[in-house]
């Protein structure tokens, strides 16, 4: 008799193990659910401020920056980091800050040394963000995985209302620069992918150490 409750004990046991193991995805990762249910209704609030850098085309890289303001008097705030030269989103960040803590994000983003600031018209930034998207996608490169909430702020925008037509890549070819969290494998498979897409010659790149 005791062997049989222990395989009973056992066998529940699997049981659940196996249930727990099943659970839906939504269970797992309440936290980032969470922030898209929050983002997918951002989109809808008024816009606050939009900055593009001035000299985006000059350096290769670049923040553009979108904030709304929210119902309970909150911001919602992206940047997203361009690569008009190769890469298209490199990079990602979303937040919702208070409304003391909003002038402090925005004394940050105009206080930065490297990157200057422009306002521009929403449709700009839209279509500025979405046109790198598609060039660095046909070259084989796929955005930053934080874009995909962070493109939610954009919501109503319409790029189509948008008449300015941007020009991607350097000197008429794809030109690779090296970002500081790019190793030495990264850069290799980049720049393996520009010889396969482009072909010798089509594309230049720059790796520094």
């Not at 900055?51 to 992206?78: C, H, K, M, Q």
Request: net charge positive; charged share 25%; hydrophobic share 40%.
């Amino acid at each position: 008799m005791a062997l049989d409750q222990k395989a009973l004990q056992k066998k529940r046991a699997k049981r659940e193990l196996k249930r727990r193991q099943t659970k839906p995805a939504s269970s797992v990762l309440p936290g980032a659910l969470s922030a898209a249910r929050v983002w997918a209704n951002v989109g809808r609030a008024p816009i606050a401020d939009i900055f593009v850098p001035s000299n985006l085309f000059e350096l290769g890289i670049g923040t553009v920056w979108v904030s709304r303001i929210l119902p309970d008097g909150r911001y919602a705030v992206a940047g997203i980091v361009v690569d008009v030269f190769c890469l298209g989103i490199k990079n990602a960040l979303y937040k919702i800050v208070d409304a003391a803590e909003y002038p402090t994000v925005l004394a940050r983003i105009q206080g930065n040394t490297t990157e200057s600031f422009e306002v521009q018209h929403p449709s700009y930034a839209r279509k500025l963000v979405e046109d790198a998207l598609a060039y660095a996608k046909d070259l084989g490169f796929e955005p930053h995985p934080d874009y995909r909430i962070a493109r939610l702020i954009f919501g109503d925008i319409d790029a189509g209302a948008c008449p300015v037509s941007f020009t991607f890549g350097k000197d008429g070819k794809p030109f690779y620069i090296n970002g500081p969290n790019e190793n030495l494998a990264m850069q290799r498979r980049i720049v393996n992918q520009l010889e396969r897409r482009c072909g010798p010659g089509a594309y230049d790149y720059l790796v520094m150490a």
